[in-house]
């Protein structure tokens, strides 16, 4: 489920920022065989304690077994994570010491991951192309964004303009991170992505 719940069905949850992360999130459960999980988009990364006030309180909520919370470190993984802990503390749940664990309380699990993963800076975008990093098209992109710089034009970010100028090289154009990873374009199999995998299947 990736829209506002009226009650809670499953006994796992996994909240994430937006449509991207759901779409993402949806390819890698199924790559992975990973099953169980009821999604929730919460609409943007300030809206986490919003929506876990909002879910405490729906039928069913008293019956979830793991809550998992996946959101990006932007430049600021510790800061990233302290804000999310603030929010499970805002509904009186007890959070993991260390981003990217698992804490066990009262037989429920709940998880914070902080992409990219690694404690480091960065954002779904980033864990994306690292998982193509062996591409071969990784080369030219790195020369045009050399050219680009060149030129007096630095991209705001620019995690998200080289992936979608990696999007860009596949066979059929998408412009969605998300809609990429249901097509297949990042690889799932790649070791950058198995600290996460790993902590999805854990929780």
Known sequence: MTLKPK???SEKLLLVE????????EALLDKAGIEGFEMINVEGKGNF?????????????ERVKTLVIIRDADNNPDAAFA?????????????????????EHLGRKVGIFIMPGNFEKGMLEDLCMSSVSDDPVI??????FECVKGKGCIPKNLAKAKAHVFLASRPELVTSIG???KKGYWNF???????LIHFLREA
Request: charged letters at 20%.
């Open 189 to 195: 199999t790649h070791p950058s992505l198995q600290s």
């Open 7 to 9: 009650e809670i069905t």
């Open 179 to 181: 809609v990429a990873a």
């Open 49 to 61: 304690t919003q929506h876990l006030k909002m879910l405490c309180l729906l039928t069913g909520f």
């Open 83 to 103: 804000s999310v802990k603030n929010a499970l503390h805002a509904i009186h749940l007890h959070a993991p010491n260390r981003q990217n664990e698992l804490k």
């Open 18 to 25: 937006g449509k991207d992360e759901v779409n993402f999130f």
């Open 139 to 144: 080369e030219c992109i790195e020369k045009f």
